[in-house]
């Protein structure tokens, strides 16, 4: 591994053997292994192996870019390999578990799996980033000397795009391209969705730094995304379930007992009875049929075709339905109860319990990090979660149960054929106010529900075609962000309100030490001397 000691008793580190070192551990984590491993074995092997000192010292004579960055971009590919194999076998425990039958994957190649690629593309970007904006910089920086002065002369505009501020993190975001490698599935719109949505995010935070919104009404905030998020999401529910959250509806549809209905019990087994989707398939159905009139049956036992045929999925919950219901719509949802307003008031009663339970347990996690500030001032932190808990409920009960009231409300304010299907837009637009409740710390709640509806929208375009994606369209949208987050982090690096984003672009662009910021700033003085 080393050659023969030197005259100070340090191994001397071959060549060979210092280069391999460099794509395998930085000098930190060589001096832990030394430290640790490597020190504590007999001497006849410790004294062949170079201390971390001698280890540094030799790094520091031959500093070497490309090792750095071919190995965090190796690390990186396998991080994610692994968390993608962990992931693979934790589902497969779980569907044994449940003793799910798991449906057939035809066998393909390891260096064309969905995991080898998306780890690939991954590294890639990584990779790509970090040389692209060290090449950049350095271009810069040498353009901006004294000695470049008749090369900026004959070409004035190639000069003023290559020595802009922007230039090496523009340029170096055109790395995102490798995400083509990537399967082009959900995953990767996830991905572009939620780069672009945290730059806007941190854009914004640069406006506000700058006083742009200093005079802002106090009322004004991100709780104001809600009310057209929870519109898209809440029309794509009902008509397009395969473009909505799968996580979502299973929650709307646990906290809607008052208007969702399960099978009675003493339902003899032969008889149908709709199930959540079917309700929610009725809703939408009623719709697009201009909500036809109620008849009750058990007014008029004798009446036919009281029932459209394309709603008979729905009719056991109609047909015993109260007969002072009016509407389809509230026959289906509140069968039991004639009063809209009743129902709305006992869906708080019985909801908010339930719901503070769930988001005392969920907010209980994760506190737990923190259990030393529980521990220093208890009474503090039992009221700030206490708050958290409280704020939560009402704001996600408020909306689900105004989602629901809204068809009622519309129903007795509107014609049966005033907007029948937009209408649910605006009654998710109504769910989305009580998020003004939530306005002081919810901003993370708003953020979430806003990339859920713009990767709805993504799904819903593809399905419809509203607007031309063009080819890699996702793509394309991850290298905006990531252009946006590099603008900003050369900006105003404290606008990055995510530690993990600026750690993130921190190792993106490599050894800030290696831009040469010295040069850069004499050829700014140079060049404005002309």
Not at 48 to 72: G, H
Not at 304 to 330: D, F, G, Y
Request: aromatic share 12%.
């Amino acid at each position: 591994m080393a050659a023969p000691a030197s005259k100070d008793g340090q191994a001397k580190i071959s060549p060979v053997a210092r280069r391999t070192l460099q794509y395998t551990l930085n000098e930190r984590e060589y001096a832990w292994l030394y430290r640790r491993l490597l020190k504590r074995l007999p001497k006849t092997v410790s004294g062949n192996v170079p201390s971390s000192s001698a280890y540094t010292t030799s790094l520091k004579k031959v500093p070497d870019f490309n090792a750095a960055t071919i190995r965090a971009s190796v690390r990186l590919f396998l991080a994610v390999q692994s968390a993608l194999k962990l992931y693979e076998f934790v589902l497969s425990k779980i569907s044994r578990r449940n003793q799910r039958q798991s449906r057939l994957v035809p066998k393909v190649p390891f260096w064309k799996s969905a995991g080898f690629r998306l780890s690939l593309s991954a590294s890639l970007v990584l990779f790509l980033h970090r040389l692209l904006h060290r090449f950049l910089s350095r271009l810069r920086a040498n353009l901006l000397t004294k000695d470049a002065t008749p090369f900026r002369k004959r070409n004035p505009r190639v000069s003023k795009v290559l020595t802009s501020r922007l230039t090496p993190a523009i340029g170096a975001s055109l790395a995102g391209y490798a995400l083509v490698v990537a399967p082009n599935n959900d995953f990767r719109v996830v991905i572009a969705i939620y780069v672009a949505s945290r730059a806007a995010e941190f854009g914004y935070n640069v406006l506000e730094a700058d006083g742009w919104f200093k005079n802002r009404p106090w009322w004004v905030g991100s709780w104001m995304l809600m009310p057209p998020v929870m519109g898209q999401l809440l029309h794509a529910f009902v008509f397009d379930r395969d473009c909505f959250p799968k996580g979502y509806g299973p929650f709307i549809m646990r906290f809607s007992s008052n208007y969702s209905h399960d099978r009675p019990e003493h339902l003899p087994s032969g008889l149908p009875w709709p199930n959540e989707d079917g309700i929610v398939e009725g809703l939408a159905t009623m719709s697009r049929l201009r909500y036809p009139p109620f008849v009750s049956p058990i007014l008029f036992p004798d009446a036919k075709n009281i029932m459209p045929p394309s709603l008979e999925a729905i009719s056991p919950v109609t047909s015993s339905a109260h007969p002072a219901i009016r509407s389809m719509s509230c026959a289906l949802l509140h069968p039991s109860e004639p009063s809209c307003l009743k129902t709305y008031a006992e869906y708080y009663i019985q909801t908010i319990p339930r719901l503070a339970r769930f988001f005392a347990i969920i907010y209980a996690i994760f506190a737990l990090p923190r259990y030393k500030r529980f521990i220093a001032d208890p009474s503090k932190e039992l009221n700030r979660l206490s708050k958290s808990v409280l704020l939560s409920t009402l704001s996600i009960s408020g909306s689900i149960g105004t989602a629901w009231a809204s068809v009622c409300l519309f129903q007795s304010l509107f014609s049966r054929n005033f907007l029948p299907t937009q209408r649910w837009f605006w009654g998710g637009f109504l769910s989305g106010l009580p998020a003004f409740i939530e306005r002081e710390h919810g901003q993370s709640h708003f953020f979430y529900a806003t990339r859920t509806s713009l990767e709805s929208l993504w799904k819903l375009n593809a399905k419809k075609g509203y607007w031309k994606q063009g080819k890699n369209g996702d793509v394309w949208l991850a290298i905006g962000g990531l252009m946006l987050l590099n603008a900003i982090y050369d900006y105003n690096v404290d606008a990055l309100s995510s530690g993990l984003f600026r750690r993130g672009l921190k190792i993106a662009r490599g050894d800030p030490a290696e831009t040469s910021s010295s040069e850069v700033e004499k050829g700014k003085s140079e060049t404005s001397k002309r």
